[in-house]
């Protein structure tokens, strides 16, 4: 699949040396047979941070994509997230999207790839990029399926009332059909074949609504596998288990194809936290461990208070996961929610980071980067000179 001018050139001169960082960087495997998170001369682990492009600036412009890179490299972060599918469309022209949507890329972006200037900047000051998909298997937000939908009503998931899946405003393509996931992946395997990344990343929305799953396809595949009708109770144990079976065998998918790209890639899955979203989303991120289909785990453990953090991380090292395991994970920490104009106090993020620390959780992701440049940078001067000192 051939890259998109007018960065071609300038990508392709850094894929040999991006590689050569990939060499040294996450690709070298530890004791147990998990990839270790960084380089060893990241001994702090995973710092990453998310960027998104809603309630974010920075892939507005190369120049704020520059001063973001510069700004994070200088708190002390080594791996940046950037969203790179949100809303139905993506932030770099994607071939895929062109052929089966007639859009290439969001308008915001038009004549950019700020995909490419961001691995470009993230390069010059040694961050790792690994993209973010975060919209997953979500069609739209409170837009009854958006474009995508409207091309393609057939991808639409279904409750069992028939009507179009709808959980807190997002309505959701079936993640069980398999037309749906060679999309997704097609979009995912884009990324990883036309740029130099160190990986790609599945977010929550790698997933399904429990309340999903009552159309036409699956309710004959189910009929056909198993004898019998999916029940009118969404979260009878037999069902739920059945589809979160079919995510689980998607994200083995991803993983295979990624690694045939190159063994190097790393592939990021950033779950709801476990069982939660097992029962709520079908995301069986345990067992996504347990048969070593990710390399980077990084749980959404968006909590405002110590203790409720706190009991997430026991209950994770205490059953979830092997000692072995807890080594590919990097919780992710909620700096800000722009919706209720939360902010977590550096008080309350350094506690989080030393129990982390306490616990052998060498890492974790910040969500989001607006919330470093608040209150005068705040938050990053406490990472600066605090955990993530150098």
């Known amino acids: 699949m051939p890259f998109f001018p007018p960065f071609q050139s300038a990508i392709r001169s850094l894929a040999s040396s991006l590689q050569q960082r990939l060499a040294t960087g996450f690709s070298a495997p530890n004791p147990s047979g998990l990839p270790s998170s960084l380089a060893a001369d990241n001994a702090g682990g995973i710092r990453g941070v998310w960027i998104p492009n809603t309630d974010c600036k920075v892939l507005t412009s190369k120049q704020r994509i520059a001063e973001a890179m510069d700004f994070l490299a200088d708190t002390g972060?080594?791996?940046?997230?950037?969203?790179?599918?949100?809303k139905g469309f993506t932030a770099y022209p994607s071939q895929i999207m062109r052929e089966q949507f007639g859009a290439e890329i969001d308008s915001r972006y038009q004549g950019r790839d700020p995909l490419a200037e961001l691995i470009v900047e993230a390069n010059r000051v040694g961050l790792k990029v690994i993209p973010c998909f975060e919209y997953g298997f979500v069609s739209s937000y409170n837009l009854n399926g958006g474009h995508l939908l409207a091309k393609k009503p057939?991808?639409?998931?279904?409750?069992?009332?028939?009507?179009?899946?709808?959980?807190n405003n997002f309505e959701w393509m079936n993640s069980l059909d398999p037309e749906v996931q060679d999309f997704l992946l097609g979009l995912?395997?884009?990324?990883?074949q036309n740029y130099p990344v160190n990986g790609v990343q599945g977010?929550?929305?790698?997933?399904?609504?429990?309340?999903?799953?009552?159309?036409?396809?699956?309710?004959?595949?189910?009929?056909?596998?198993?004898?019998?009708?999916?029940?009118?109770?969404?979260?009878?144990?037999?069902?739920?288990?059945?589809?979160?079976?079919?995510?689980?065998e998607f994200v083995a998918r991803i993983h295979r194809e990624l690694k045939a790209i190159n063994p190097d890639l790393l592939l990021s899955m950033s779950p709801n936290p476990y069982e939660w979203g097992l029962l709520e989303y079908l995301q069986d991120s345990k067992s996504w461990v347990d048969?070593?289909?990710?390399?980077?785990?990084?749980?959404?453990?968006?909590?405002?208070?110590?203790?409720?953090?706190?009991?997430?991380?026991?209950?994770?090292?205490?059953?979830?996961?092997?000692?072995e395991q807890v080594q590919c994970v990097s919780p992710g920490i909620l700096l800000t929610n722009r919706g209720t104009n939360y902010s977590i106090n550096p008080e309350l993020l350094l506690q989080v980071i030393a129990y982390n620390r306490s616990r052998g959780i060498q890492g974790e992701v910040m969500f989001f980067y607006e919330g470093l440049r608040d209150n005068g940078n705040a938050l990053a001067e406490v990472l600066k000179n605090g955990p993530y000192a150098r």
Not at 154 to 167: F, I, M, P, S, V
Not at 216 to 237: D, F, H, L, V, W
């Open 291 to 323: 048969k070593n289909l990710v390399d980077l785990l990084h749980p959404q453990f968006y909590r405002r208070d110590f203790n409720a953090y706190k009991q997430l991380v026991d209950r994770l090292i205490g059953g979830q996961l092997s000692g």
């Open 77 to 86: 972060f080594n791996t940046v997230f950037p969203v790179v599918w949100s």
């Open 154 to 167: 057939e991808w639409a998931a279904r409750d069992r009332t028939g009507n179009l899946l709808k959980k």
């Open 188 to 192: 995912m395997l884009e990324v990883a």
């Open 203 to 248: 977010d929550d929305r790698i997933a399904l609504p429990v309340e999903g799953g009552y159309d036409e396809k699956t309710i004959k595949r189910y009929r056909e596998e198993c004898g019998r009708e999916p029940p009118a109770n969404p979260r009878e144990q037999h069902w739920l288990h059945w589809r979160a079976d079919i995510i689980t």
